[in-house]
């Protein structure tokens, strides 16, 4: 497929590269700020910039690289300049919203998928790493799932299907763990830092790594109501 991602986010070179590597072909990218520009001229220098009508023109498959409260402006927005008809696959990467944010474009016929690597993007290649052993959440209609799995596959990660219904429980979660892990190392390496400890991170990183895991594979207790006053 011929393949243009639209947006600043940092996942957009990072995919784009990943479907590149996995026999795609790249047709261009609509960024506009200097650190996108950058991450673009990095991952991918021979990649055309373009505005954001003609990388959708163009591509079979447009990938709305765009931060949550923009997906649907985005998408309507390019629908309405009727850039999206049968065929053409529109996927988004908000941990946030389902496929049905995508519904003006899947009314004429486009192939609505939310995809979202359950993963931290830098825009480095370092990221192209962590893609290949990361889980990621697809969802999309029932008929479709395929298309966003094979997708999946193709950048290197395993797909696990979040249904619609599911979203907004799987948004949480993402945010709770991600905000809650951020801020307990930080707390732990600052610790570290105050002590004069060399190297904090290589210390705590295998005590992280070792926690999580043993917290992922306990059962999960019941609520003690006492507990929660």
């Not at 307990?184 to 904090?200: H, K, N, T």
Request: proline share 8%.
């Amino acid at each position: 497929m011929k393949i243009g991602f639209v947006g600043n986010e940092p996942a957009g070179p990072v995919l784009a590269k990943a479907w590149a590597q996995a026999g795609h072909e790249l047709v261009g990218a609509a960024v506009d700020s200097p650190a996108a520009i950058e991450r673009v001229e990095t991952l991918l220098p021979d990649l055309p910039i373009a505005g954001m009508a003609a990388v959708a023109e163009d591509a079979d498959l447009v990938l709305l690289a765009v931060p949550n409260s923009d997906v649907e402006l985005v998408c309507d927005g390019l629908t309405d300049l009727g850039l999206f008809g049968p065929k053409k696959l529109v996927v988004h990467i908000s941990p946030l919203r389902g496929y049905g944010v995508l519904a003006s474009a899947a009314q004429l016929g486009a192939v609505p998928i939310a995809l979202h690597p359950v993963m931290h993007f830098t825009g480095t290649s370092m990221d192209l790493l962590v893609l290949k052993n990361s889980t990621i959440a697809v969802s999309a209609p029932e008929v479709l799932l395929p298309i966003a799995q094979a997708l999946a596959i193709e950048l290197g990660g395993e797909p696990l299907v979040v249904q619609e219904h599911q979203r907004a429980a799987y948004a949480e979660a993402f945010e709770v763990a991600s905000s809650f892990s951020s801020l307990v190392v930080q707390q732990a390496v600052g610790i570290l830092e105050q002590a004069g400890v060399e190297s904090p991170a290589k210390l705590i990183g295998p005590v992280v790594r070792s926690a999580v895991d043993k917290a992922l594979y306990l059962p999960i207790a019941p609520l003690d109501p006492e507990n929660l006053i």
